[in-house]
């Protein structure tokens, strides 16, 4: 195989493939032999076609899909020859066959070259955070939350009661909504609706009618209120009070956890210490690759990457809302840009500082995924047995190699907070 390479702009390589003919004719004749022996044709006993018409018949199609193939695999070993770092493939043209020589053309666009990634100049803030037992305390708190029950309050509404309601507003002799009712059942005092709304709900019992004026704040959900004073008629359905439960071995056992609450504490703590190494490894991430991404902004970028990853936007709207989503791809552009820069930045260092994937890391991210399902050892399995998740969690596991890298040679200042600081961040 002789190879011949031509620049034919910034990031854009020509390669004219020179491959011997008797290679693609041997492929082709062994494939024509295969279809020989398991062909049907009238008139012929099956694996007794003639070679001659088994040619004239399927010879041209069969030949073709050889040199495609030959094409595909051939320009593969002509990159690694060429040692060149190839971002997408634009095209591939096949030539005239020569008496002994078969020549193709492909359009390919490579990565740029760049020098050794600096990185000491990068200021990062590193988040210092451990698990205190206020945490864990305000997670039981939370599930408690989550068990509250609710029954009928048998007397006027005050803070915390839920109170059911449905309502209608009238806004410059405009009826909003324009027939019915909209049911909302707010927690007083929640925050779930603004003061004034709260205001007007304390003190009504179930199947009272008010009528109030209101001023709605412009960020209200509902645009038609919004910024809008109006004249405002609800009719309360229902007021409920509430009881927790108590943070006993009983409730522990309502989660399914065996041990009381000894065992759930722990068990709580655990998962915190799971969701804070996530968090602070997502801030970090976020925070380098920013510094990188600013740092190193001014390279270009091969085009077929960034229709690639446009593509792979695109199937991930449309994996989130169902349906295709009618978006321009110039409103897309920035955001796949971004991702191409930042995945050769952080794949360049890795290169560059030979930084090898831990097994060991990517068994324990596994782990730590499983252990937040109901049978970990099926889903450790599933990751083991499907090689696209298991890459998944390799390329997580690189970044975060990665990030750590850049984190040792930047100018990092450790800074204390709390376990809901970082989350709340």
Same mark, same amino acid.
């Given at each position: 195989?002789?190879?011949? %390479? ?17 290679? &693609?004719?041997?492929?082709? !004749?062994?494939?024509?032999? =295969?279809?020989r022996r398991s062909v049907r044709l009238k008139g012929f006993r099956p694996g007794k076609v003639p070679m001659n018409v088994v ?14 193939? %030959? ?52 200021? *990062?803030?590193?988040?210092?955070? =451990? ?12 599930? /408690?939350?989550?068990? /509250? ?14 109170? @059911? &309601? ?9 009826? *909003?909504?324009?027939?019915? !009712? /909209? ?20 003190? %009504? =019992? ?25 004249? %405002? ?52 991430? $976020? ?20 229709? $690639?990853?446009?593509?792979?936007? /695109?199937?991930?709207? @449309? ?44 068994? $324990?991210?596994?782990?730590? *995924?499983?252990?937040?399902?109901? +049978? ?9 047995? +499907? ?21 040792? +040679?930047? @100018? ?14």
């Amino acid at each position: 195989m002789q190879v011949s %390479v031509e620049k034919t702009g910034d990031l854009g390589r020509k390669l004219v493939v020179e491959l011997p003919s008797d290679s &693609i004719d041997g492929q082709v !004749s062994g494939r024509l032999n =295969e279809l020989r022996r398991s062909v049907r044709l009238k008139g012929f006993r099956p694996g007794k076609v003639p070679m001659n018409v088994v040619k004239q018949r399927y010879g041209q199609q069969v030949r073709e899909e050889v040199l495609q193939q %030959v094409m595909q695999s051939s320009l593969q070993d002509a990159i690694q020859q060429q040692e060149l770092r190839v971002a997408g493939v634009s095209r591939i043209q096949p030539g005239d066959e020569a008496d002994a020589t078969f020549t193709f053309t492909a359009e390919v666009e490579v990565f740029p070259e760049l020098p050794e990634i600096e990185v000491s100049g990068l200021e *990062i803030e590193r988040p210092v955070v =451990e698990i205190d037992e206020t945490d864990v305390d305000d997670m039981i708190e939370t599930l /408690r939350e989550q068990r /509250r029950e609710w029954k009928d309050a048998q007397r006027p509404s005050e803070s915390g009661d839920r109170v @059911k &309601i449905a309502f209608h507003a009238e806004v410059d002799g405009e009826r *909003i909504p324009e027939s019915g !009712s /909209r049911t909302v059942q707010p927690v007083i005092g929640g925050g779930a609706l603004f003061e004034g709304f709260e205001a007007a709900l304390t003190g %009504v =019992e179930a199947g009272d009618e008010k009528a109030v004026e209101l001023t709605f704040p412009e960020d209200f959900r509902d645009d038609a209120l919004a910024g809008k004073t109006a004249e %405002v008629t609800f009719e309360v359905e229902a007021v409920q009070t509430s009881d927790l439960p108590e943070a006993d071995d009983a409730f522990a056992e309502s989660f399914g956890v065996e041990g009381g609450m000894e065992k759930m504490r722990a068990d709580v703590r655990r998962n915190l210490e799971r969701e804070l190494r996530q968090a602070r490894t997502n801030r970090l991430k $976020q925070v380098v690759t920013n510094g990188l991404a600013e740092e190193y902004k001014d390279f270009s970028l091969p085009e077929t990457a960034i229709r $690639q990853e446009l593509g792979q936007m /695109r199937a991930q709207l @449309k994996q989130q809302y169902g349906q295709e989503v009618a978006v321009p791809d110039e409103q897309l552009r920035p955001g796949a840009e971004r991702r191409v820069r930042l995945g050769f930045l952080l794949a360049e260092i890795a290169r560059q500082h030979d930084l090898d994937i831990d097994d060991a890391r990517v068994e $324990q991210h596994i782990a730590d *995924i499983a252990d937040t399902y109901e +049978n970990p050892a099926q889903v450790v399995e599933l990751y083991q047995s +499907n090689p696209q998740l298991t890459d998944q969690v390799r390329n997580l596991v690189l970044e975060e190699q990665v990030v750590e890298w850049v984190l040792d +040679n930047a @100018k990092v200042t450790d800074t204390s907070m709390s376990f809901k600081e970082l989350m709340e961040s």
